[in-house]
């Protein structure tokens, strides 16, 4: 197995920009992380800011301030490095397929490979098999179902290599075996990984968890310790971070 990938983020901040007539508002606080583990998930409730460091991470985002590198390199520097070794599963992924036909979609991601086109073929087909759905290879990926759409994404994705890959909410839309298929390939991934999600059991399996509350990175350590914090937070019996000093909860 490689070694992680690291990612360090130093006092990266993300602001969005004033709007019309709505103010700027911070969406991730100047955040200091070391990550350096091969699993690691994001977890926290609705609109507190996973997915916010996620697309900082993939580049998507610059940071406001602070700085943020990957394998010791920066996105406004070294952007044409990163996209080769960096992937991000999107949580919605409709704008992720482009071909019109999925196993054309998982081909494409073998481009940068140069395989003769049969061993493209075959390939796409072994990604496909894979995450059991190769029966989807000849369909029109406009008319996949949004879980379908989620496995073909990811088949894309693993066929071009990344060495850190970037998921959000990857088993959301999944049935119970799609699900654990899916938690499964990320896991055994020869890439690092960063999970946002809700899935706690897919949390747990990770080696690392970093729990984000209002824009802040709240806690950090071994999965079932945060997630057990967080649950008693979310089911009222213990307070969430920060609301004890009157932060916002
Ligand atoms: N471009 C933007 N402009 C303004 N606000 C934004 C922007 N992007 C995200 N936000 C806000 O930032 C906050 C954090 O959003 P983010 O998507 O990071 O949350 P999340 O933790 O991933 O949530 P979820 O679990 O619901 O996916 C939310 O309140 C969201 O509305």
Redo the contacts with the bound molecule.
């Keep these: 197995m490689s070694s992680p990938v690291p990612v360090v983020l130093e006092r990266a901040a993300v602001t ?1 920009p004033a709007v019309g007539g709505v103010a700027a ?1 911070e ?1 991730l606080s100047p955040t200091t992380l070391h990550l350096n583990d091969r699993r690691i998930a994001l977890i ?1 409730a ?7 460091l996620l697309r900082l991470l993939a580049g998507l985002v610059a940071p406001s301030s602070g700085s943020v590198s990957v394998a010791g390199l920066q996105w406004a520097r070294d952007a044409k490095a990163l996209r080769g070794a960096v992937g991000m599963l999107f ?1 919605d992924t409709a704008a992720q397929l482009i071909m019109p036909v999925v196993q054309e979609d998982v081909e494409l991601s073998l481009r940068p490979r140069r395989l003769p086109r049969h061993e493209r073929r075959a390939e796409a087909l072994a990604q496909l098999r894979a995450l059991g759905i190769e029966r989807l290879a000849e369909r029109s990926v406009y008319e996949l179902s949004g879980g379908e759409r989620q496995l073909v994404a990811l088949a894309g994705l693993r066929a071009a290599a990344p060495r850190l890959l970037l998921a959000d ?1 990857p088993t959301a839309a999944l049935d119970l075996v799609h699900r654990d298929s899916v938690a499964a390939a990320l896991l055994g991934s020869e890439a690092s990984l960063i999970v ?1 999600t ?1 899935d706690l059991e897919l949390a747990a399996e990770c080696e690392r968890a970093v729990w ?1 509350h209002g824009g802040r990175v709240v806690a950090d350590g071994p999965p079932d310790e945060l997630i057990a914090a967080y649950r008693a937070s979310a089911r009222g019996l213990a307070p969430w971070p920060g609301a004890e000093t009157g932060a916002e909860a």
């Design positions: 969005a508002r969406l926290g609705n609109g507190q800011g996973k997915t916010t949580a909410e946002a809700h984000i």
